[in-house]
Structure formats: C-alpha cells, structure tokens
C-alpha cells in the first residue's frame, strides 16, 4: 500500500472530523454570544486552581472528555521533568477516587521512570487483576492481558473517548496505540464499563487512556534509548505553547523505534506520530484533536505447544537445507533462519505489517450553567496483514467444489509451490459519542447517543514467492494467484458492515451534604452486521444478523467520614460474537466443506457484575478492598469437530455458563523519607458451569468441565512496588506473581505460576542551556531472566484423551502458548525543554 495512500486518508479524517462537525458551528455560536460588545481579542483561559473548581459528582455514568476530571489532587504539586511529580501515591500506581467501583491507574509518576517503549498493557502489569504478558522487551510484538481471568477481548479499550478494539474480533493491539511518553493515565476499572463507553465486547471491564495536553508555554522533550537485541527508539515532541493571541495551543511528535529478535530470526521496526490539539476558553467550555498515526512491520514469534516448549525450549536456528527436525519431534518454537524449499515455516513468510491512523475530537461545551454537551467523534483506519504460507499444486486449486488450475501473471508453475498467503484487514470506522448532562442541586441527569459505522474487508490471497522463500508483496496485494475463471484465489474473502446504535440515560442523586450518591442507569444496545462471503458454495453468502441488549447499571457510595468510604455496584455487561462467525473460509474438501463454518446463530456473552468494596485515603496512603462477583451466560467458544471420515473442521457457539468470585486489594503510599511502596493482590475462584459439546468422528459427546476451574483464570496475583526519589537520584523494584493457569476445561494441562521483577535506577542532572530536566536512566526486566510460558493462546477443552458423558473416548488437543520475553537492559538519556 502506498504512502501516498495512507497520506490521503489522513487528510481526508482530519478535514472531515474537524470542518465537517456541527461542533464548530458550535463553538463559534457560543463565542459569539460571550463576546457581544467587546472589540477585544480573546486571550488564553487562565488556569483555575483546583480549590477553586466545583468537584464533579462521582458517578457510573462515565466520561468521554479526554481529561480526568474526577481525579482529585491534594497538596502540593511540581515537575520533576516528563510529568514526574514525584508526590502521587504509590510511585504512580494508584490515584485517589471517589468512584462507586472499582478503578485503579497509573500516572505519569509510574510511566515516566519505565522503559519509554512499553505499550499502555505492559504499564498496566502490576495492578490487581491484571495479568499481562509481552513476547519482547519494547512491547513491539503486541502483548495480552486479562483481567479477573477475562482476556483483553472481552474488555473495552478506550483512547480519548474512542474504541480501540478491532470491531470484527474486538482484539487489542497495544504496540499501535500511543506513546508512553504522551500518556497521562492509563484507568483499568476491573468490573465493567461505564454508560458511555463505546463498546460491544465489553463483558468485562475496560481500560481507559488518555493523553497529556499540549503544555501552556513553547517547549518540548527529547528522548534516546539503547538496548539489548540492538534496541534503538527515539521520541521529539514539540509543543507550541499558546500561539498567537488566542487560546490554541498544540504538539507534534515523533517516534523510531528497532529491535532484533531475542530468539530465532527477524526484526520489529516501527514509526510513530501523534499531534493533539487543544481551544479552552475557560468555564469548562474545550475542543480538543487528537491524531495517532502508526506504521510497524516485523516478523511474528511462533506460539508454541508444551510439547514443543518442552523439547525445545526457547528454540534452535535450522542448519543450511534443512528443519533440524526428524520424524516425531515437535515444531521448533522459532521459525527458520534459512529457508528450506516447501517450508512454510520460514520467518520471511511470517511477517506482520500494519498502518493505523486514529483521530478522536472530545469537546465539552458548557451550555448553560445547568446544562453541559460532551462531544466526541472519531474516526478508525487500519490496513495490513499477518503472514502465512500454503504449498500447493497450482494446477489443481480449490474454488469452493470445483478444482481449477492457477496462475501468477500469467504462468503456471508444475508440481508443488510456495505461495504467500496473508489475512488482509482493511477497516473504515467512523462514529460519535453524544451526550447531554443536565446538574440542578443534589441530581445529576444524563441523556446521550453513541451511533457507529463500521466496514470491515477481509481477504486472504495467495501471492508468488521468490526462489529465496521472501514474498515478493510484503502486504499481500499483488502478484496474486489467478484462477481459469478470473477470480482471485482466496482464503477466505468477507465484507463486514456494523452499525451500531446505542441510546442511553442516567441520573445520579446526592444525598446527606454529598455522603450519599446514588447512581441507576441504562443503556439499550442496537447491532445490525450485513455480511456478504463472496467465496463459492458457501452455506450463506448473504449474512444479516441483528442484536438488540438492554444494559442496566446502579450503584451507591456512601462516605463514611472524610477518609472512609463504601460503595456498591451491579452492572449488566455483554460481548457481540466476532464476525469470523458468520462465514465459511479456508480450505474446502467434499463431504465436509470449509474448515472453518459459519453460525451466524451464536448470542452474544451476558455478564452480571456486583461489586462491594471499601477505600481509605488519606494525606500519606490510599487502599481499596473489593469483592467482586460475575455471572456468565452464552460464553463465546470455539468448537473443532472431527467427522466420521477424520475430516475436521472449526465453528463457534456458545458454550454455556461461568461464574467467578474474588477480592482484589492494593495500598500505596506517599512520599516517607523519599520512599513509596505500592502492594496489590488478587483472589479469583473462576468456576466452568456447563459441561461442553465435543465430538470425535461421528460421535458427539459432551466433556465432564462443569464445575472445574476456568481457563486462563490464575487463582492468585501479586504485584509489589516500590519507589525512592529525592528529586536527583530515583530508583524502583517492582515484582508480579501469577499463580499457575489452566489451558484446557478438563484442567488436564496448565502453565506453572511464574514470578517476573525488574529494576529501574537514574539521575536528574542540572539545566543544561535550553535542556531543562537532563536525565539518565537505566531500565531492568526480568532481572532473574525467567524463562517461562507466559500467555495461553489457544484454550481446549481437552489435552488428553478422555472419556465424556456417554462414555466416548475423545482425543486431545494441543493448547498453544506465548514465551514470556528475557532479561534486558534498556538505557535512556531525556529532556525536557
């Protein structure tokens, strides 16, 4: 795809987020009108102190502004360069709230003294629940996360009040999101999302990121790191301060970042930009534009099975001409270095190249002094690929039923070829969040809207590969097989189209001088997909599917004293089925027809959340206790069948119930003698409620799972802090251990828990010229160089074979993992300016 491409779509969001908006007409409405009479030019908004602002009422209502507003500061605060304030409770890791759930975040105390390259996940690791593992050191493989034992698809991520899931599998990709450097706080609320949160896979909690503003006065910061694995990343951010004699005020920045695999072949390389721009003119009266544009390309890790991890550990480089492999050994866990002809394991043909370009407009405009809009539309591109190769005779291709010969540009190769075969993704996904609040005395009533459009095309062509076993299209698209009939050769080859409709309304009373709030909402979820297959002999080409969920929420917080509070919340959550539901793809063979088939019949995943939780927040610490509780129904579940003629294939349903129970706890403090310690935990009894469908030849049977404990649900979880800054010197310990997690609902296989601390040591230097904050740091990971599986992939029902209800014997499959990433020492040197 060319750059000039992805330059037009970039200008063609802007224009159209920023010209096209009725907010501007708006915004100019409003100036008008307080401007009437004067002859004067507007000058910048004077910052009003916090005492001096009317606090916000806490609420389950949410928010879509890109600033903090309920984050309450006390004492007093000061820059230590980057944001570093060096006061906030637990180095960063905890913030005072007054929320009626559960919230934990991180702040730029936390964020500014890590490796810059981490990605908002890795940010998020030691944080009750939060169960996060990376491939590499700098985070540019992507990474996962789940939290109370629900992975990052089942949870809504947010960017300055837009969706960053992939709205056809709700997948997260955390390596092309933001810049840590730009990140203000990253909020996790464990248990569920608020009533504007713009989501359809949020059955569990979400995670919320937000940007710094553009600073009020020129300036900037500049940052260089080096590495192990030839790391190299820079940052440059340049902010404008107010320009001219008006209240705008903006930044630019950029971002390189390299890295070498740790194990076997290949390489990340990533660019990185971003601008956000600020209008406030006081009052609480904001436009903002945030634009986030990314480019990477790099080459996957293999997931790997334990029989694989066993024997091979963190892998071996193939001899010349050869796998290294005999009969009966297990994959290697890293793909060739050297290419063997009719492999497709060759790391060449495994690369992972995207281009996203985001742009959110959140704006507030204090209509009257009862009355306030918050508006936020976005809009979402993303285009590229995950590699794969297929070796095939090119005369005898599979088009649905029928067997045609091939070609590339027009030639027919003999016997058994190569062929590329990446999943392309292109998304166009634009929307608005819409919301009214309306505050007279003790009530608090909101009224909003959240209206998305998605198209979402998918293919997978097969493309030509040179002599040397390299693509000769990187992306996919061109050099494509051809078939006798003129049509492509695909994979598979889907549009996807959603619409999302989302009105909502909640009120939130104060009671007893502010002690007592209460909290009852509702939100009412309307999702229309049109899907059109467009490969031959499908079940359905045409797909049309319609959903409709009604999302209750309430919730009470009562303060006790000043320091002491209580809170209650219920909150009904749910998850759409991915889109890769509706259609059949991948190969095709008679009698059983694709591998992969359609039920546009599944349900969407219902969650029930109830939380009850206690915090205490003082001058000196900040704690919170909670139980939580969820009910599942409906779970999302993928299903591999097996016929009687040993022809397998996949398909999703619904698997039944779930039921978890747990307490999540964490304390921190402020500064005492130049030390902040930060401890969490987590205790989750997650519990299988239903005995899964399984089948093996032409049996069907359903496996003895009901009441065993839930996959990818670590029973417990320990994070541990610990911060020393005396405004020059500054260093930091942190620890996290995850108990042991179950890959299959039999509970026949798991990966043992794990323990992973790091290390981080620097000194600020004095102003040098136009260098205001001079400073070195040198970052530690996995200090011990643990070596240990640190995310399951792929979840089965069974690894053995075992006998089910009726007394059928099914066989076993293998779970997948991921290899946590080594020991590394990334050093910086940074400044403000």
């Not at 998020?124 to 493989?141: C, I, K």
């Not at 190969?587 to 027809?593: N, V």
């Not at 704690?623 to 996949?650: C, D, I, K």
């Amino acid at each position: 795809m060319s750059s000039k491409r992805h330059f037009s779509v970039l200008a063609c969001l802007i224009c159209s987020t920023v010209l096209s908006s009725p907010l501007v007409a708006l915004a100019d409405t409003v100036s008008e009108k307080k401007a009437a009479g004067s002859t004067t030019r507007s000058q910048p908004a004077k910052e009003t102190k916090p005492s001096q602002q009317k606090a916000a009422l806490p609420t389950m209502m949410g928010q879509t502004s890109p600033t903090d507003e309920n984050v309450e500061v006390r004492g007093h605060t000061r820059d230590l360069g980057d944001g570093d304030t060096g006061r906030a409770f637990g180095g960063g890791l905890m913030t005072p709230t007054d929320s009626p759930k559960s919230v934990s975040a991180v702040t730029r105390d936390y964020i500014a003294k890590q490796n810059p390259a981490l990605n908002p996940m890795q940010l998020l690791q030691l944080l009750p629940g939060a169960n996060v593992s990376d491939t590499d050191p700098l985070g540019m493989t992507g990474g996962n996360m789940s939290v109370r034992g629900l992975t990052e698809s089942q949870m809504g991520f947010t960017l300055e009040g837009f969706p960053i899931n992939d709205i056809g599998n709700f997948a997260v990709y955390p390596q092309e999101i933001v810049d840590a450097e730009n990140l203000k706080t990253v909020r996790l609320a464990q248990g569920s999302a608020d009533l504007d949160s713009p989501h359809i896979s949020a059955s569990g909690g979400v995670v919320d990121m937000y940007m710094i503003d553009p600073k009020k006065t020129m300036g900037g910061h500049v940052d260089m790191t080096y590495g192990s694995y030839n790391a190299t990343r820079g940052f440059a951010r340049f902010d404008t301060g107010y320009i001219g004699n008006t209240n705008l005020r903006a930044y630019f920045s950029y971002s390189q970042a390299r890295q070498d695999h740790w194990r076997g072949p290949g390489w990340e390389n990533k660019k990185h930009g971003e601008m956000k721009i600020v209008n406030d003119w006081g009052d609480g009266n904001r436009i903002s534009l945030a634009v986030v544009g990314n480019s990477l390309k790099n080459n996957a890790y293999p997931n790997v099975t334990k029989a694989s991890w066993n024997k091979w550990g963190i892998g071996f480089d193939n001899p010349v001409g050869s796998s290294g492999l005999v009969s009966g050994d297990p994959p290697n866990t890293v793909y060739e270095r050297h290419y063997v002809k009719g492999d497709s394991n060759y790391y060449k043909m495994r690369p992972n190249p995207f281009t996203n370009i985001y742009a959110s407009m959140p704006s507030t405009f204090k209509l009257t002094d009862h009355l306030v809009l918050t508006e936020t539309p976005y809009f979402w591109y993303g285009y590229g690929n995950g590699g794969g190769a297929y070796s095939t005779n090119m005369s005898q291709m599979s088009y649905g039923s029928q067997t045609l010969p091939g070609s590339i540009n027009g030639q027919t190769p003999s016997g058994n070829v190569m062929l590329y075969n990446p999943s392309l993704t292109e998304t166009y996904r634009p929307g608005a969040t819409t919301k009214l609040t309306w505050t007279a005395g003790i009530n608090r009533l909101m009224v909003g809207y959240w209206f998305e459009y998605s198209k979402q095309r998918q293919t997978s062509p097969y493309s030509e590969v040179s002599s040397d076993g390299t693509p000769l299209s990187l992306w996919g698209d061109s050099n494509n097989v051809v078939l006798s009939n003129g049509q492509t050769a695909q994979y598979r080859n889907t549009l996807t189209q959603t619409q999302v409709h989302t009105p909502f309304i909640g009120d939130s009373l104060s009671l007893l001088h502010g002690k007592l709030t209460l909290d009852a909402g509702l939100k009412y979820s309307i999702v229309k997909r049109r899907g059109t297959n467009y490969l031959p002999d499908v079940g359905q080409k045409y797909v049309n599917t319609n959903y409709y969920q009604a999302l209750p929420t309430a919730a009470i917080r009562y303060k006790i004293d000043t320091h002491n509070q209580v809170f209650v919340s219920v909150a009904t959550n749910y998850r759409m089925p991915q889109n890769y539901a509706l259609y059949d793809s991948g190969t095709y063979q008679a009698g059983r027809g694709y591998s992969t088939q359609a039920n546009p019949d599944q349900k969407p995943e219902i969650s029930i959340s109830e939380e009850v939780g206690w915090r205490y927040q003082d001058d000196l610490i900040s704690s919170s206790v909670t139980y939580f509780h969820y009910n599942f129904t409906n779970r999302l579940f993928t299903q591999t069948l097996v016929n009687e003629r040993g022809q397998t294939w996949t398909t999703n349903i619904n698997g039944g119930g779930e039921h978890s129970d747990g307490v999540d706890a964490e304390i921190g403090t402020r500064p005492f003698h130049h030390v902040r310690p930060y401890v969490s935990f987590e205790y989750l009894h997650a519990v299988t409620d239903s005995n899964l469908p399984v089948s093996s030849g032409s049996i069907t049977d359903y496996m003895h799972t009901k009441g065993k404990a839930a996959p990818q649900a670590p029973a417990y979880q320990v994070g541990f802090g610990l911060d020393y800054d005396d405004g020059h010197r500054f260093a930091g310990f942190n620890l996290k251990y995850v108990a042991k997690q179950y890959s299959t609902f039999m509970n026949d296989e798991h990966i043992p828990g794990y323990v992973r601390m790091n290390i981080n040591v620097g000194y600020r230097l004095p102003k040098m010229g136009i260098f205001k904050s001079p400073t070195i740091r040198l970052n530690l990971q996995n200090i011990s160089n643990e070596r240990y599986l640190s995310w399951i992939n792929g979840t089965q029902v069974n690894a053995k074979s075992t006998t089910g209800i009726f007394g059928n014997t099914i066989r076993g499959s293998s779970a997948t993992y991921k290899i946590a990433s080594p020991f590394a020492a990334i050093a910086t040197i940074s400044s403000d300016f």
